[in-house]
Protein backbone atom coordinates (compact mmCIF):
# COMPACT_ATOMS: atom_id res chain seq x y z
CA UNK A 1 0.00 0.00 0.00
CA UNK A 2 1.09 3.37 -0.74
CA UNK A 3 2.28 5.95 2.42
CA UNK A 4 -0.45 8.33 3.27
CA UNK A 5 0.07 12.24 1.87
CA UNK A 6 -1.10 13.28 5.31
CA UNK A 7 -0.82 11.94 9.04
CA UNK A 8 -2.43 13.65 12.13
CA UNK A 9 0.42 13.55 15.34
CA UNK A 10 -1.74 13.64 18.48
CA UNK A 11 0.64 14.95 20.77
CA UNK A 12 0.20 13.24 24.21
CA UNK A 13 3.29 15.12 26.15
CA UNK A 14 1.55 16.95 28.60
CA UNK A 15 -0.39 13.59 29.68
CA UNK A 16 1.49 10.57 28.73
CA UNK A 17 4.98 12.32 29.26
CA UNK A 18 4.13 13.92 32.28
CA UNK A 19 2.12 11.54 34.89
CA UNK A 20 5.19 9.40 34.99
CA UNK A 21 7.41 12.52 36.21
CA UNK A 22 7.83 11.80 40.09
CA UNK A 23 8.75 15.72 40.94
CA UNK A 24 6.13 17.44 40.91
CA UNK A 25 5.81 19.60 37.91
CA UNK A 26 3.60 22.94 38.45
CA UNK A 27 0.14 23.58 36.47
CA UNK A 28 2.07 26.79 35.09
CA UNK A 29 4.95 24.59 33.30
CA UNK A 30 2.31 22.28 32.13
CA UNK A 31 0.03 25.14 31.31
CA UNK A 32 3.43 26.52 29.31
CA UNK A 33 4.12 23.53 27.47
CA UNK A 34 0.76 22.92 25.87
CA UNK A 35 0.18 26.56 24.70
CA UNK A 36 4.31 26.19 23.14
CA UNK A 37 2.36 22.84 21.39
CA UNK A 38 -0.71 24.30 20.40
CA UNK A 39 1.53 27.24 18.45
CA UNK A 40 3.28 24.41 17.18
CA UNK A 41 0.49 23.74 15.42
CA UNK A 42 -0.81 20.67 16.44
CA UNK A 43 -4.82 19.65 16.22
CA UNK A 44 -5.02 17.07 19.18
CA UNK A 45 -3.25 17.76 22.79
CA UNK A 46 -3.81 15.08 24.63
CA UNK A 47 -3.74 17.58 27.94
CA UNK A 48 -4.90 16.12 31.54
CA UNK A 49 -6.06 13.15 33.17
CA UNK A 50 -9.17 13.00 35.15
CA UNK A 51 -7.87 9.97 37.57
CA UNK A 52 -7.59 8.80 41.07
CA UNK A 53 -4.62 11.71 42.53
CA UNK A 54 -3.49 8.57 44.58
CA UNK A 55 -2.94 5.87 41.85
CA UNK A 56 -1.57 9.13 39.46
CA UNK A 57 -0.24 12.07 41.73
CA UNK A 58 1.16 14.09 38.81
CA UNK A 59 -2.38 14.68 36.79
CA UNK A 60 -3.55 15.95 40.19
CA UNK A 61 -3.61 18.97 38.63
CA UNK A 62 -5.85 18.39 35.87
CA UNK A 63 -8.41 20.90 36.35
CA UNK A 64 -5.88 24.14 37.09
CA UNK A 65 -4.65 23.12 33.47
CA UNK A 66 -7.45 22.76 31.59
CA UNK A 67 -8.56 26.14 32.89
CA UNK A 68 -5.36 28.20 32.12
CA UNK A 69 -4.22 27.08 28.92
CA UNK A 70 -4.65 29.33 25.98
CA UNK A 71 -7.56 27.13 23.41
CA UNK A 72 -7.12 27.88 19.37
CA UNK A 73 -10.48 27.30 18.02
CA UNK A 74 -10.27 24.09 15.98
CA UNK A 75 -7.89 21.68 18.62
CA UNK A 76 -9.34 19.80 20.81
CA UNK A 77 -7.47 19.22 23.59
CA UNK A 78 -8.57 15.99 25.48
CA UNK A 79 -7.96 14.10 28.86
CA UNK A 80 -8.35 10.94 30.42
CA UNK A 81 -12.13 9.71 31.62
CA UNK A 82 -11.78 6.02 33.80
CA UNK A 83 -15.10 6.49 34.85
CA UNK A 84 -18.20 8.87 35.61
CA UNK A 85 -16.35 11.13 38.04
CA UNK A 86 -13.71 11.29 35.54
CA UNK A 87 -16.08 12.00 32.88
CA UNK A 88 -17.85 14.78 34.43
CA UNK A 89 -14.59 16.39 36.19
CA UNK A 90 -13.66 16.34 32.47
CA UNK A 91 -16.21 18.36 31.37
CA UNK A 92 -16.44 20.73 33.95
CA UNK A 93 -13.19 21.31 32.64
CA UNK A 94 -13.76 21.80 29.10
CA UNK A 95 -11.78 19.01 27.79
CA UNK A 96 -13.01 18.47 23.89
CA UNK A 97 -12.53 14.82 23.77
CA UNK A 98 -12.74 12.17 26.52
CA UNK A 99 -10.87 9.18 25.94
CA UNK A 100 -11.89 5.77 27.92
CA UNK A 101 -8.56 3.79 28.66
CA UNK A 102 -8.49 -0.42 28.52
CA UNK A 103 -6.37 -3.08 27.92
CA UNK A 104 -5.84 -5.85 25.83
CA UNK A 105 -4.39 -8.28 28.42
CA UNK A 106 -6.68 -9.17 32.09
CA UNK A 107 -3.24 -8.69 33.57
CA UNK A 108 -2.43 -5.09 32.89
CA UNK A 109 -5.89 -4.38 33.05
CA UNK A 110 -6.50 -5.61 36.71
CA UNK A 111 -2.64 -3.71 37.25
CA UNK A 112 -4.03 -0.16 36.15
CA UNK A 113 -7.30 0.62 36.32
CA UNK A 114 -8.24 -2.23 39.11
CA UNK A 115 -10.82 -4.56 37.14
CA UNK A 116 -11.16 -7.02 34.44
CA UNK A 117 -11.86 -6.34 31.01
CA UNK A 118 -15.37 -7.08 30.79
CA UNK A 119 -15.97 -4.73 34.11
CA UNK A 120 -14.07 -1.87 31.87
CA UNK A 121 -16.61 -2.32 29.43
CA UNK A 122 -19.32 -1.58 31.54
CA UNK A 123 -17.42 1.48 33.50
CA UNK A 124 -16.95 2.82 30.36
CA UNK A 125 -20.19 2.45 29.07
CA UNK A 126 -22.39 5.01 30.98
CA UNK A 127 -19.08 7.15 29.60
CA UNK A 128 -19.92 6.26 26.59
CA UNK A 129 -23.33 7.54 26.28
CA UNK A 130 -22.52 10.54 28.17
CA UNK A 131 -20.15 11.78 25.85
CA UNK A 132 -22.31 10.75 23.19
CA UNK A 133 -25.32 12.72 24.45
CA UNK A 134 -23.30 15.87 24.96
CA UNK A 135 -21.69 15.73 21.46
CA UNK A 136 -18.66 15.02 23.04
CA UNK A 137 -15.79 13.27 21.12
CA UNK A 138 -14.93 10.01 22.43
CA UNK A 139 -11.69 8.04 22.16
CA UNK A 140 -10.37 4.17 23.39
CA UNK A 141 -6.89 3.56 23.89
CA UNK A 142 -6.58 0.08 23.89
CA UNK A 143 -3.18 -0.78 25.81
CA UNK A 144 -0.64 -3.81 25.76
CA UNK A 145 -1.70 -5.02 22.11
CA UNK A 146 1.75 -5.82 21.14
CA UNK A 147 2.81 -7.44 24.55
CA UNK A 148 2.17 -7.26 28.14
CA UNK A 149 4.59 -6.92 30.97
CA UNK A 150 2.70 -8.91 33.05
CA UNK A 151 1.38 -11.87 31.12
CA UNK A 152 3.65 -11.10 28.11
CA UNK A 153 2.14 -12.45 24.48
CA UNK A 154 -1.37 -10.88 24.08
CA UNK A 155 -3.37 -13.18 20.99
CA UNK A 156 -3.70 -10.97 17.87
CA UNK A 157 -8.16 -11.82 18.90
CA UNK A 158 -7.43 -10.47 22.20
CA UNK A 159 -6.72 -7.27 20.39
CA UNK A 160 -9.55 -7.93 18.45
CA UNK A 161 -12.17 -8.46 21.04
CA UNK A 162 -11.10 -5.22 23.07
CA UNK A 163 -11.32 -3.06 19.45
CA UNK A 164 -14.65 -4.40 18.72
CA UNK A 165 -15.84 -3.86 21.92
CA UNK A 166 -15.02 -0.03 21.93
CA UNK A 167 -16.43 -0.10 18.29
CA UNK A 168 -19.54 -0.88 20.05
CA UNK A 169 -19.59 2.03 22.47
CA UNK A 170 -19.49 4.08 19.72
CA UNK A 171 -15.81 5.51 20.07
CA UNK A 172 -14.83 7.94 17.39
CA UNK A 173 -11.19 6.79 17.42
CA UNK A 174 -9.55 4.02 18.81
CA UNK A 175 -5.84 3.69 20.03
CA UNK A 176 -3.76 0.51 19.25
CA UNK A 177 -0.84 0.92 22.13
CA UNK A 178 2.56 -0.57 22.40
CA UNK A 179 2.43 0.35 26.04
CA UNK A 180 5.98 -1.49 27.18
CA UNK A 181 7.34 -0.60 23.34
CA UNK A 182 8.25 -4.43 22.23
CA UNK A 183 6.81 -4.23 19.20
CA UNK A 184 8.71 -4.87 16.28
CA UNK A 185 7.63 -4.25 12.58
CA UNK A 186 5.96 -7.29 10.80
CA UNK A 187 4.34 -7.86 14.29
CA UNK A 188 3.00 -4.50 14.53
CA UNK A 189 1.15 -4.83 10.95
CA UNK A 190 -0.06 -8.27 12.13
CA UNK A 191 -1.46 -6.79 15.29
CA UNK A 192 -2.79 -3.32 12.90
CA UNK A 193 -4.55 -5.70 10.24
CA UNK A 194 -6.23 -7.65 12.96
CA UNK A 195 -8.02 -4.34 14.61
CA UNK A 196 -8.80 -3.24 10.99
CA UNK A 197 -11.19 -6.10 10.78
CA UNK A 198 -13.14 -4.76 13.40
CA UNK A 199 -12.84 -0.71 12.88
CA UNK A 200 -12.46 1.65 10.09
CA UNK A 201 -8.90 2.18 9.16
CA UNK A 202 -9.36 6.03 9.18
CA UNK A 203 -10.22 6.60 13.05
CA UNK A 204 -7.45 3.49 14.05
CA UNK A 205 -4.21 5.25 15.35
CA UNK A 206 -1.00 3.61 16.28
CA UNK A 207 0.42 4.83 19.97
CA UNK A 208 4.20 3.44 20.54
CA UNK A 209 6.29 3.80 23.40
CA UNK A 210 9.78 3.43 22.53
CA UNK A 211 11.41 1.28 25.04
CA UNK A 212 13.39 -1.00 22.53
CA UNK A 213 13.76 1.18 19.76
CA UNK A 214 11.92 0.40 17.45
CA UNK A 215 8.60 3.06 17.48
CA UNK A 216 9.58 4.70 14.13
CA UNK A 217 10.05 1.54 12.68
CA UNK A 218 6.87 0.71 14.16
CA UNK A 219 4.95 3.59 12.69
CA UNK A 220 6.14 3.20 9.17
CA UNK A 221 5.24 -0.49 9.10
CA UNK A 222 1.40 0.90 10.24
CA UNK A 223 1.72 3.26 7.42
CA UNK A 224 2.44 0.56 5.35
CA UNK A 225 -0.74 -1.06 6.47
CA UNK A 226 -3.10 2.17 5.98
CA UNK A 227 -3.07 3.62 9.54
CA UNK A 228 -2.53 7.19 9.09
CA UNK A 229 -2.91 8.67 12.83
CA UNK A 230 -0.20 8.44 15.35
CA UNK A 231 0.80 9.33 18.97
CA UNK A 232 3.41 11.08 20.25
CA UNK A 233 5.74 12.98 23.10
CA UNK A 234 7.46 15.98 23.19
CA UNK A 235 11.34 15.33 24.05
CA UNK A 236 10.19 11.55 24.12
CA UNK A 237 8.63 12.25 27.62
CA UNK A 238 7.39 9.29 30.04
CA UNK A 239 6.27 6.33 30.37
CA UNK A 240 3.46 4.47 32.05
CA UNK A 241 3.36 4.65 35.96
CA UNK A 242 1.73 0.86 35.87
CA UNK A 243 4.45 -0.44 33.06
CA UNK A 244 7.43 -0.89 35.16
CA UNK A 245 11.00 0.04 32.82
CA UNK A 246 8.84 1.47 29.97
CA UNK A 247 10.50 4.18 28.92
CA UNK A 248 8.14 6.91 26.60
CA UNK A 249 6.24 7.58 23.77
CA UNK A 250 8.16 8.14 20.55
CA UNK A 251 9.34 11.48 20.16
CA UNK A 252 7.67 13.75 18.44
CA UNK A 253 10.18 15.48 17.20
CA UNK A 254 11.89 12.02 15.62
CA UNK A 255 8.08 11.59 14.32
CA UNK A 256 8.03 14.93 12.34
CA UNK A 257 11.63 14.68 10.79
CA UNK A 258 10.73 11.36 9.60
CA UNK A 259 7.17 12.62 8.23
CA UNK A 260 8.95 15.51 6.63
CA UNK A 261 12.05 13.70 4.82
CA UNK A 262 8.89 11.26 3.49
CA UNK A 263 6.94 14.46 2.22
CA UNK A 264 4.01 13.52 4.13
CA UNK A 265 1.83 16.54 5.71
CA UNK A 266 1.16 17.02 9.31
CA UNK A 267 0.27 20.68 9.68
CA UNK A 268 3.06 21.08 12.68
CA UNK A 269 6.01 23.10 12.58
CA UNK A 270 9.12 21.19 13.78
CA UNK A 271 11.10 24.04 14.98
CA UNK A 272 8.42 25.19 17.23
CA UNK A 273 8.06 21.77 18.66
CA UNK A 274 12.08 21.75 19.28
CA UNK A 275 11.54 24.53 21.82
CA UNK A 276 9.38 23.22 23.03
CA UNK A 277 11.11 20.21 23.94
CA UNK A 278 13.85 22.38 24.83
CA UNK A 279 11.95 24.33 27.86
CA UNK A 280 10.34 21.03 29.49
CA UNK A 281 13.91 19.78 29.26
CA UNK A 282 15.29 22.14 31.11
CA UNK A 283 12.81 22.13 33.60
CA UNK A 284 12.99 18.85 33.93
CA UNK A 285 16.77 19.34 34.50
CA UNK A 286 17.70 16.50 31.80
CA UNK A 287 18.74 16.28 28.87
CA UNK A 288 16.07 15.70 26.08
CA UNK A 289 15.53 12.19 24.71
CA UNK A 290 14.52 12.93 21.21
CA UNK A 291 17.34 12.64 18.73
CA UNK A 292 16.27 14.59 16.20
CA UNK A 293 15.81 17.30 18.57
CA UNK A 294 18.97 17.00 20.03
CA UNK A 295 20.52 17.30 17.08
CA UNK A 296 18.59 20.33 15.88
CA UNK A 297 19.50 21.94 19.04
CA UNK A 298 23.19 21.20 18.25
CA UNK A 299 23.05 22.66 15.04
CA UNK A 300 21.52 25.95 16.56
CA UNK A 301 24.11 26.46 18.36
CA UNK A 302 27.34 24.88 16.08
P1 LIG B 1 -10.61 2.12 42.17
O1 LIG B 1 -9.86 2.30 43.45
O2 LIG B 1 -10.92 0.74 41.74
O3 LIG B 1 -11.95 3.00 42.11
O4 LIG B 1 -9.81 2.86 41.03
P2 LIG B 1 -13.10 3.34 43.09
O5 LIG B 1 -14.26 3.73 42.24
O6 LIG B 1 -13.25 2.25 44.12
O7 LIG B 1 -12.58 4.67 43.84
C1 LIG B 1 -11.55 4.67 44.81
C2 LIG B 1 -11.14 6.09 45.14
O8 LIG B 1 -10.69 6.76 43.95
C3 LIG B 1 -12.29 6.94 45.68
O9 LIG B 1 -11.71 7.90 46.57
C4 LIG B 1 -12.77 7.69 44.45
O10 LIG B 1 -13.39 8.92 44.77
C5 LIG B 1 -11.49 7.92 43.71
P3 LIG B 1 -11.70 7.67 48.18
O11 LIG B 1 -13.15 7.52 48.53
O12 LIG B 1 -10.88 6.42 48.41
O13 LIG B 1 -11.05 8.92 48.69
N1 LIG B 1 -11.71 8.04 42.28
C6 LIG B 1 -11.37 9.13 41.55
N2 LIG B 1 -10.80 10.29 41.88
C7 LIG B 1 -10.61 11.20 40.88
N3 LIG B 1 -10.97 10.96 39.59
C8 LIG B 1 -11.54 9.80 39.23
C9 LIG B 1 -11.77 8.82 40.22
N4 LIG B 1 -12.31 7.60 40.21
C10 LIG B 1 -12.27 7.13 41.46
N5 LIG B 1 -11.88 9.60 37.96
C11 LIG B 1 -9.53 3.96 38.92
C12 LIG B 1 -10.21 2.84 39.69
C13 LIG B 1 -9.71 3.71 37.44
C14 LIG B 1 -10.14 5.29 39.31
C15 LIG B 1 -8.02 3.93 39.30
O14 LIG B 1 -7.55 2.65 39.09
C16 LIG B 1 -7.20 4.92 38.55
O15 LIG B 1 -7.36 6.12 38.69
N6 LIG B 1 -6.28 4.43 37.73
C17 LIG B 1 -5.44 5.33 36.96
C18 LIG B 1 -4.65 4.55 36.03
C19 LIG B 1 -3.89 5.50 35.14
O16 LIG B 1 -4.15 6.69 35.08
N7 LIG B 1 -2.93 4.93 34.41
C20 LIG B 1 -2.15 5.69 33.49
C21 LIG B 1 -2.95 6.12 32.30
S1 LIG B 1 -3.20 4.80 31.14
C22 LIG B 1 -1.80 4.86 30.15
O17 LIG B 1 -0.89 5.59 30.41
C23 LIG B 1 -1.78 3.99 28.92
C24 LIG B 1 -1.97 4.77 27.63
O18 LIG B 1 -0.97 5.77 27.48
C25 LIG B 1 -1.91 3.83 26.44
C26 LIG B 1 -0.69 2.91 26.53
O19 LIG B 1 0.44 3.39 26.41
O20 LIG B 1 -0.93 1.74 26.76
C27 LIG B 1 -3.34 5.48 27.59
MG1 LIG C 1 1.01 5.39 26.70
Known sequence: MKLPHKVKIVEVGPRDGLQNEKEDVPAQVKIELVNRLTAAGFSNIESASFVSPKWVPQMATSKEVMAGITRKPGVIYSALTPNMQGFEAAMEAGADEVVIFGAASEAFSQRNINCSI????????????????RGVRLRAS???????????????D??????????????????????IGVSTPRKTQAVMERAIREFRIDGLSGHFHDTYGQALANIYASMEVGIAIFHSSV???????YAKGATGNVATEDVLYMMNGLGIETGIDLDVVVDAGHFI?????RKGASRAGNAILAKRTA
Open 158 to 179: AVGDVVARMRDLGCDEIDIADT
Open 118 to 133: AESIERFRPVAEAAKQ
Open 235 to 241: SGLGGCP
Open 142 to 156: VSTAFGCPYQGEVPL
Open 281 to 285: SQFLG
